[in-house]
């Protein structure tokens, strides 16, 4: 749905946009519901779901960015904290071993404060709701778990790294 969601965006074509976008978030909630409920988890599935999720998000904040109807600034903040984190990921693999990452709380509230600002932001160029005042809070919010939930894997993440290479025997997953 990737390339289909930037095309949408870049034609201003604003209902098949939020169509598009609601497609791919009901299709991965019901993806995510039956994997758990089935038991139809697999560590691809694990790896593979919040990247596609990454990579929509991270598309859809470039195609907005570019076509000028959020802030520029607020897109490299949004995808800098992504590359931090799959960057630390790959680092860490590399030198200490299997890293096994869960989102934290702060982290699920940026991903939705990221979709509600997504919509909200579509929304106002189709049908002139919700108000201004409302982007600007939500595109604050986005900006403040983007901040936060960055800090808080480079921390955690950082001393769990620490802890691995002073007791590279003792591996423990957060």
């Known amino acids: 749905m990737v390339v289909p969601i930037a095309l949408a965006i870049a034609r201003h074509d604003f209902v098949s946009t939020l169509w598009l976008f609601a497609i ?6 019901a993806d995510g519901a039956l994997a758990r409920g089935f ?9 593979l779901d919040p990247i ?20 520029m600034w607020l897109a490299v903040c949004v995808i800098a904290r992504d590359c931090i984190i799959v960057l630390g990921a790959v680092c860490y693999r590399v030198l200490l071993g299997p890293v096994e990452a869960r989102p934290s709380v702060i982290s ?3 991903t939705a404060l990221q979709m509600a600002f997504v919509l909200a932001v579509i929304c106002t160029k189709e049908f002139s709701w919700p108000p201004a005042w409302m982007i600007v809070g939500l595109g604050a919010l986005v900006f403040v778990t983007v901040v936060v939930s960055g800090i808080d894997y480079v921390l955690v993440y950082g001393k769990q ?5 002073r007791n590279p025997s003792r591996v423990r997953a957060i």
């Not at 791919?24 to 909630?29: E, F, Y």
């Open 24 to 29: 791919a978030a009901i299709s991965d909630a």
């Open 39 to 47: 038991g139809w988890q697999s560590k691809l599935g694990g790896i």
């Open 52 to 71: 596609g999720d990454k990579l929509m998000l991270a598309t859809v904040f470039v195609m907005l960015a570019v076509v000028g109807y959020i802030p």
């Open 108 to 110: 699920k509230l940026n």
């Open 161 to 165: 790294a620490i802890e691995q290479a």
